[in-house]
């Protein structure tokens, strides 16, 4: 992982976090490897953070379609 990219996942909140899994192309390098496995940890753990139920509304709110 890059400073760079730790950097980026660092930086994000869960709505940018969830938008960027969601609608990212296949093969994004921020989902490879070393950083992969940080994004899914950082992501699992603002997802956990958030109060009751705002996950989800999160979600709701992205959407399926770009």
Known sequence: MTPEQKQ???????????????????GDPIFQGEAG???AKVIAQKRNALPEGEA?????AIGWRR
């Open 8 to 26: 980026r996942i660092d930086s994000m909140d869960y709505y940018a976090l969830l938008t960027l899994w969601r609608f990212a192309s296949t």
């Open 56 to 60: 989800s509304e999160i979600s709701k």
């Open 37 to 39: 496995e940080y994004y």
